[in-house]
């Protein structure tokens, strides 16, 4: 159901690596370590001994293929394109096939597998609180994925009472003349940040548009990928898609960077598959409808917020750069003011934060300087894992700063008097 290449479907790419180290100084993970078994030049040439059967899958071989947050940063800076991260991909699964998950790689399928027991562990309880923590089994992955080593002094979200499908119904009716949207909101936004999920769904439906919000929709996959789980990614992406065939779409919706780059690089077509069609992330879609000249044109505020943003790697890879900003500059209560190192990956990295959870901050943390220089008292982003990881760096760097979706600016910027 889904692109699941093999180490050696990528023979000829890692062939095309020239070992020129254009990808060192663009690897969060190297700019960190400075090991080469870090950077991608490295993993290449782990890959090719292991084509050559020079290495096995020896502890050192499953060290290096962790350290590695996905990000394709490499990617976009190799001359020669090397698709090092789906090559790391394919190696974590070779890994996963010979010798089983491992207890994070569990934890991830128990959770990400299974809407019942997302539903279940979220009702009535905080899902990082140690009340739930308690319920959760001795013998669950859920507990090394949601340990408390990993989750002390991190900032945390409160867990919103209703998620996202308790405040939108599955269709909202729009103009007979305009299109259905498709919206595929992702894990973080129907039960984390489901405010944000609501925007993503009622903000088209305010420009005529209907919008289908299925209830079957799940995990877009990309921690199962992340934890080299081959049968969890097909078992997602093939829910995914029945669930989005039941009515026919235009255009699918994301305001999830991390979605956005599982669906459009890893649900391959086969047949009918709705995801093959346009897939949109919410800047680039409001940029298309004329959003900016309307937020241009509102009245300004007098007091504005000063405001900065932090590129996902998996909207920066995918060239959406330009389109938040856009949107950024032309809100009337805010001042945009760009920061150094936008684009440098803030370290979570679907389940790389719980593998390397220190790692993950030292990353991080080499956002603050450019966060504190440009003086701002926001930090917008488009991915919903961005922001939580952000909200925690500035919380522990001290820095009165709050991490938000663009999507709620947005939404103020419509909805609130002007001030
Ligand atoms: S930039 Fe590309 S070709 Fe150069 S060393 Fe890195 S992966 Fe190899
Ligand atoms: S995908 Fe990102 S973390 Fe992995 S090797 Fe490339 S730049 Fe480094």
């Known amino acids: 159901m889904v692109e699941q290449k093999t180490l050696e479907d990528y023979r000829d ?3 095309q690596c020239v070992r020129c180290g254009a990808c060192q100084a663009h690897c969060p993970v190297y700019l960190e370590t400075g090991r080469e078994g870090s950077v991608a030049r490295g993993k290449i040439v782990l890959a090719a001994s292991m084509l050559a059967g020079e290495v096995g899958l020896d502890e050192r071989l499953r060290n290096e293929m962790s350290l590695c947050l996905l990000c394709g940063s490499c990617v976009v800076k190799c001359p020669n394109r090397v698709p ?3 090559i790391v991909g394919a190696l974590r699964r070779r890994i996963t096939d010979d010798q089983g998950l491992s207890p994070i790689g569990k934890g991830v399928a128990a959770l990400t597998g299974s809407k019942v027991l997302i539903k279940t562990l979220l009702k009535g309880a905080d899902l990082f609180s140690p009340l739930l923590f308690k319920k959760i089994p001795e013998t669950s992955g859920l507990r090394l994925r949601f340990s408390p080593d990993i989750l002390k002094d991190r900032s945390l979200p409160p867990l919103p009472e209703r998620n996202l499908f308790a405040r939108v119904p599955e269709f909202l009716e729009g103009e007979a003349d305009k299109p259905v949207l498709g919206v595929f909101a992702g894990c973080a936004l129907t039960y984390l940040y489901p405010q944000v999920g609501e925007i993503l769904a009622r903000l088209p439906h305010s420009l005529g548009y209907s919008v289908f919000l299925p209830r079957d929709q799940g995990c877009c996959g990309m921690p199962a990928l992340s934890s080299g789980n081959g049968p969890l990614i097909d078992k997602l992406a093939s829910a995914n898609i029945n669930a989005f065939r039941t009515r026919q779409v235009d255009t699918i919706l994301t305001a999830c960077a991390s979605c956005h780059g599982m669906l459009a690089g890893h649900y391959a077509a086969k047949t009918d598959n709705p995801f093959e069609g346009e897939l949109v992330d919410i ?12 937020l241009a044109a509102l ?3 007098r007091q504005r917020l000063r405001v900065t943003y932090h590129d996902p790697c998996h909207l920066r890879t995918a060239g959406i750069t330009v389109q938040p900003r856009q949107l950024l500059r032309a809100l009337p209560q805010v001042e945009f003011v760009e920061m150094e190192d936008a684009g440098l990956c803030c370290g979570l990295g679907g389940t790389f934060t719980a593998a390397h959870p220190e790692l993950s901050r030292s990353i991080g943390d080499h956002k603050v300087a450019g966060i504190q220089a440009s003086g701002a008292e926001m930090i917008a982003s488009g991915c919903p894992g961005c922001i939580l990881q952000l909200q925690d760096i500035v919380d522990r760097a001290g820095l009165p700063v709050k991490a938000v979706h663009t999507l709620e600016l947005i939404q103020q910027a419509l909805t609130e008097p002007v001030q």
């Open 13 to 15: 790419e890692i062939a």
């Open 283 to 294: 800047h680039v879609f409001l940029a298309q409808q004329g959003l900016i000249d309307q």
């Open 84 to 86: 090092t991260d789906g």
């Open 299 to 301: 009245p300004r505020w």
